[in-house]
């Protein structure tokens, strides 16, 4: 099903609706995973995903918990969409959205005030030979061009309160140096999910 602009509508299992473009970066497994591993219990009052897309997160995640839900996203046109898919499942007073960059998100929020921080970061470095390439939307998504991963532990430690939870999704083949940056984040590993999308192949 398409809107009236032509982008792809689908309806998710949970009864929610989600517009999405076939050159942005979509939501898979990893989110759905994602919003199934967050830790989340009663006293768990404000939430923030870092780099939150079209929503879909969110959105799950708003199932799961009534705490403030909060996400920045820098791609404005993921940011745009975001806010589409939040009004046409009726969210608004449930998530509140920010385009904007994480690095800075000193000047939108204070420090130690989320119980919850959520990621997919970009899962991918770059090099030049990415920086060329025209599907701009899709790279940024896809590598680490606006924010490093040390960029997202920064922020992630930043916003934590002192009992306050990270939750992430990345890379197996990338599994030492996350552990490496948490550590050097001040961010101390405490749980790992290890996740086989295909039976038999790695991880």
Do not use: W
């Amino acid at each position: 099903v398409f809107d009236l602009e032509g982008n792809y509508l689908k309806t998710l299992e949970t009864g929610y609706k989600i517009i999405q473009k076939n050159d942005h970066f979509n939501f898979s497994i990893d989110t759905v995973l994602l919003s199934g591993l967050a830790t989340i219990n009663m006293k768990t009052k404000k939430v923030i995903e870092l780099g939150s897309g079209n929503g879909a997160l969110l959105m799950l995640l708003s199932l799961k918990t009534t705490a403030e839900l909060f996400g920045i996203e820098i791609l404005k046109s993921s940011h745009e969409l975001a806010e589409k898919n939040i009004c046409l499942n009726g969210l608004q007073s449930r998530i509140k959205l920010l385009n904007g960059d994480i690095r800075e998100c000193g000047e939108y929020f204070k420090q130690q005030t989320f119980d919850l921080v959520v990621a997919n970061p970009p899962f991918f470095k770059y090099t030049q030979e990415v920086l060329l390439k025209k599907d701009e939307k899709m790279r940024d998504a896809r590598h680490e061009i606006n924010a490093t991963l040390d960029d997202y532990l920064k922020t992630a430690y930043f916003l934590l309160n002192k009992r306050g939870t990270f939750t992430m999704v990345h890379r197996a083949d990338r599994l030492v140096e996350i552990l490496q940056k948490m550590k050097n984040n001040r961010i101390e590993p405490k749980k790992l999910q290890v996740c086989h999308t295909v039976e038999g192949k790695e991880a």
